[in-house]
């Protein structure tokens, strides 16, 4: 018998020493251990999200609805910004230190009395894998009547992949990320992606790059699912406001219907719209248009084009997809001042592209780098050396964080805009410095 865990802190450094990934673990392993846990959860209507940007925001915008039909769902999401237990939302709320201990305590005793099928093969769970035992665990003692998960990576293999039984599944806009595990190119990405499609499922998705859609559209037919796209003409009329948007989505039955989004920034339409159309799917008569609305209006997901400060925004965007898409809603905010932005990324994404495009913007005065503290973090050093080529901006390095975010901030005129961009981890490290007691 391993050493007891009894808090929440030594479980989190317990979960902090497990592999991200751990390569000999098979779906079907993964299938047997959460039928080991006594298939929890499967009462749950389980809405199943992947995609490469986009996905949190879909859910967040999902459960936001349901809580305003009110009706019980939990989201499993990833990764979180500060603390572990955000990944745990039920009813909009995070999971106590108490019960994620307890969830915790669960999974890791049933580890403890593997089956013969699992003791055999030496089966050993990772980090993502463990967190979604957690999830469906806290699922199914909390009673919820829906489950909204987020893939981690890809979603064939992702471990929130082992449900079988789905109400519906969502794909959100794919792009180039993490291409060592799913493909080089577009096509091969989506069908990793599509795998977490099932017969007779409806999936909803957007149809904004042909080949995407397609080999969505293709893996639907194969396997019998039904498939539900939101083309580009079915948003319009999109008016940027300072800390709203406003749009038009077309509805069956309804026509167009407008929606507000309080997060200002243009990708953010599609998200919803996404989350609106599946909710429109499941024919739930709680889930009218009022409550829609009022549930999409409501929709907060930290992060993502969030002003954490006057005229200061923070946003996870953190491959070329994600970068292009946040210099768009850039470009439609007003600014009577200077733009000036605060960037890091780590070093195993495509960084130099999204340099060259941060830098040819043309959209900012000033360009602010600093050193992440994660281990795959790009060096100062080479961030620097990423913008220093280009010219029509003013180029700082910062060694420490916390001075970075001073200066930037302390030295903005009203009219001025700040941005910090580049990873999800900047966005928490970030998040944890306003978070952090000052005692000046």
Same mark, same amino acid.
């Given at each position: 018998?391993?050493d ?7 479980a ?12 000999k673990?098979?779906m079907?392993?993964?299938?047997r ?7 929890p ?12 940007n986009g ?18 769902a939990?989201?499993f999401s990833?990764p ?8 745990f ?5 995070m999971v106590?230190?108490?019960e ?5 305590r669960?999974? %890791? ?9 699992l ?14 035992f957690?999830?469906m665990?806290?699922?199914? %003692?909390r009673?919820l ?25 969502v794909?959100t806009s794919?792009?180039?990320?993490h291409?060592e ?12 992606k ?14 904004r790059?042909?080949e995407?859609a397609?080999?969505i +559209? ?10 539900i796209?939101?083309?580009?003409w ?5 008016k940027i %406001?300072?800390?709203t ?9 309804y ?12 990708y953010?339409?599609?998200?919803a ?5 599946a909710?429109?799917?499941?024919a739930?008569e ?8 009022a ?13 954490i400060l ?10 070329i ?9 850039? %470009?439609s905010h007003?600014c009577?001042g ?7 990324v780590?070093r ?8 060259e ?5 043309g959209l900012f005065d000033?360009?602010g780098?600093v ?12 961030? +620097? ?26 030295d ?7 941005y910090?961009?580049?990873?999800l ?8 410095l306003?978070?952090?007691p000052r005692?000046?």
């Amino acid at each position: 018998m391993q050493d007891q865990i009894g808090d929440y802190e030594e479980a989190v450094r317990y979960l902090d020493g497990l592999p991200k990934f751990y390569e000999k673990s098979r779906m079907e392993n993964t299938v047997r251990f959460l039928a080991h846990l006594g298939n929890p959860a499967q009462n749950c209507k389980i809405i199943h999200v992947a995609g490469t940007n986009g996905k949190g925001s879909v859910c967040a915008y999902l459960c936001s609805v349901l809580q305003e039909a009110k009706i019980s769902a939990g989201m499993f999401s990833s990764p979180h910004l500060v603390s572990l237990r955000e990944r745990f939302r039920v009813n909009g709320e995070m999971v106590t230190k108490e019960e994620f201990a307890d969830v915790f305590r669960f999974v %890791r005793e049933k580890l403890e009395t593997l089956p013969q099928e699992l003791s055999q093969v030496s089966y050993r769970t990772y980090f993502n894998e463990f967190l979604f035992f957690m999830a469906m665990v806290l699922f199914e %003692r909390r009673g919820l009547e829906y489950a909204v998960l987020e893939t981690g990576l890809g979603g064939r293999l992702d471990a929130t992949n082992a449900v079988s039984d789905k109400k519906l599944c969502v794909i959100t806009s794919i792009g180039y990320d993490h291409m060592e595990y799913l493909g080089d190119t577009l096509w091969q990405i989506a069908a990793e992606k599509a795998g977490i499609l099932r017969r007779g499922v409806p999936v909803v998705y957007p149809v904004r790059q042909k080949e995407v859609a397609c080999q969505i +559209e293709e893996c639907a037919s194969r396997i019998g699912a039904e498939t539900i796209p939101l083309p580009k003409w079915a948003i319009k009329e999109i008016k940027i %406001r300072h800390k709203t948007i406003d749009f038009s989505l077309h509805l069956n039955y309804y026509g167009y219907i407008g929606f507000t989004v309080s997060m200002p920034a243009i990708y953010q339409t599609e998200n919803a719209s996404l989350a609106v159309l599946a909710l429109t799917r499941l024919a739930d008569e709680r889930i009218t248009v009022p409550v829609l609305q009022a549930g999409i209006r409501k929709t907060v997901w930290e992060g993502r084009m969030e002003e954490i400060l006057p005229s200061v925004y923070l946003d996870g965007a953190h491959n070329i997809d994600g970068i292009r898409a946040f210099l768009e809603t850039v %470009r439609s905010h007003p600014c009577g001042g200077q733009r000036k932005l605060l960037y890091s990324v780590v070093r195993d994404k495509e960084y130099r592209v999204m340099t060259e495009a941060v830098a040819l913007s043309g959209l900012f005065d000033e360009i602010g780098v600093v050193q992440l503290k994660d281990k795959r973090a790009l060096p100062l050093m080479e961030l +620097e050396d990423s913008y220093r080529q280009y010219t029509g901006f003013i180029c700082r390095a910062y060694a420490d964080l916390d001075a970075a975010f001073q200066e930037l901030v302390q030295d903005k005129d009203d009219e001025d805009m700040v941005y910090i961009v580049g990873s999800l981890y900047l966005a928490g490290e970030i998040k944890a410095l306003l978070r952090r007691p000052r005692h000046d």
